[in-house]
């Protein structure tokens, strides 16, 4: 006979248990559905370009502090310079006056109606006051001379004060501005570490169909410079093809944008300033349409610059882990405007 007998209950801790673990189940089933998908290589690029345009930006700003900064430095020194040569001028002539002092207080130490009276020799006598009066000029100039002196010492000392001060904000600029495009580079290079090796070869293939090289430049058309100073200037750029993009760089071996057009003008024979935010302020602005080769073309919020090359294409510094390239307009970033030196 089949025995009959009721089913265990499962106890407690097992129901607890078991439900923990299908809410653990559900939890991970709905953050997968809800996790952002990983971006796609066209994304990640969009995401790094912006991020090297934003890094541009700052070191630009960079560029300019560092300039700004050894032209404080410069000045500073200077007035420091001459803080010290006025002191040694003030020292002279204090010694001077001492000198002065000890004449007078050595032949006048009489009252002079005093001194003819008892005086053997007038004539004798009369000599020296006349002398002890120049004396007494010769004094009173050198006092002039020395107050003078004391206030353009005071003059000095607070111009150098307010340089050097300048110096100080302008070192804490250029570290802010230092740090901002290191953390963008950073995060640029985070972004591109999420892709795939396959994909990260795909996008170099893209970037190298973008720039173009030397073996491509039959493309630029055969437009004439405004000037033998613009293609002067784009001639030398173009010796430098090839050379990598590092920031704040001048040349002659590697190159930031603003650094590249920079070097090209002062081959050509003509000081230029250092950034992207006071070249674009030189020379004559001039419309789109009217560019020539040897033209600055400004990009991205002022952010960008490369010279105009011809057939809607400039030469340009892209952006780190980029070398001096040629590269169609349409692909270098928003274009904002375009200066003739």
């Not at 009959?4 to 189940?25: D, E, F, G, I």
């Not at 020292?91 to 000890?102: D, I, Q, V, W, Y």
């Not at 150098?160 to 953390?183: I, P, W």
Request: charged letters at 25%; aromatic letters at 4%.
């Amino acid at each position: 006979m089949a025995s009959h007998r009721r089913p265990k209950q499962p106890s407690r801790t097992r129901v607890t248990v078991l439900t923990a673990t299908a809410a653990a189940a559900v939890a991970l089933t709905s953050q997968a559905a809800h996790a952002d998908p990983k971006p796609t290589r066209s994304e990640v690029k969009a995401k790094v370009d912006k991020l090297y345009h934003e890094a541009e930006e700052a070191t630009e700003k960079y560029n300019g502090a560092k300039e700004r900064q050894d032209k404080l430095k410069n000045q500073a020194d200077a007035l420091q310079d001459k803080v010290a040569r006025g002191q040694d001028e003030l020292n002279t002539l204090r010694a001077e006056l001492g000198s002065l002092a000890t004449a007078q207080y050595r032949s006048g130490g009489l009252d002079p109606s005093v001194q003819l009276l008892l005086s053997s020799d007038p004539d004798s006598f009369l000599d020296q006051a006349s002398a002890l009066d120049q004396l007494t000029a010769q004094q009173a100039e050198s006092l002039q001379k020395i107050q003078a002196k004391q206030r353009t010492l005071a003059q000095q000392r607070a111009e150098a004060r307010s340089k050097l001060s300048d110096l100080s904000e302008v070192r804490e600029t250029l570290g802010r501005n230092k740090q901002k495009f290191q953390g963008k580079l950073a995060d640029a290079q985070k972004l591109l570490n999420t892709l795939t090796v396959a994909e990260r070869a795909r996008m170099d293939q893209d970037e190298q169909r973008a720039g173009r090289t030397a073996e491509d430049r039959v493309d630029l058309g055969n437009e004439a410079p405004a000037s033998a100073l613009g293609a002067a200037a784009l001639q030398a750029a173009d010796t430098r093809v090839g050379k990598p993009y590092v920031r704040t760089a001048t040349g002659p071996d590697s190159f930031d944008c603003s650094g590249l057009t920079q070097w090209a003008y002062a081959q050509a024979g003509a000081d230029i300033t250092r950034t992207t935010f006071t070249q674009i302020n030189e020379g004559t602005r001039i419309q789109r349409g009217q560019l020539k080769p040897g033209d600055l073309v400004f990009f991205s919020n002022t952010s960008h610059v490369g010279l105009y090359a011809g057939n809607n294409t400039v030469l340009h510094a892209p952006y780190p882990g980029a070398f001096v390239r040629y590269e169609s307009m349409n692909t270098v970033g928003s274009y904002q405007a375009a200066v003739r030196i």
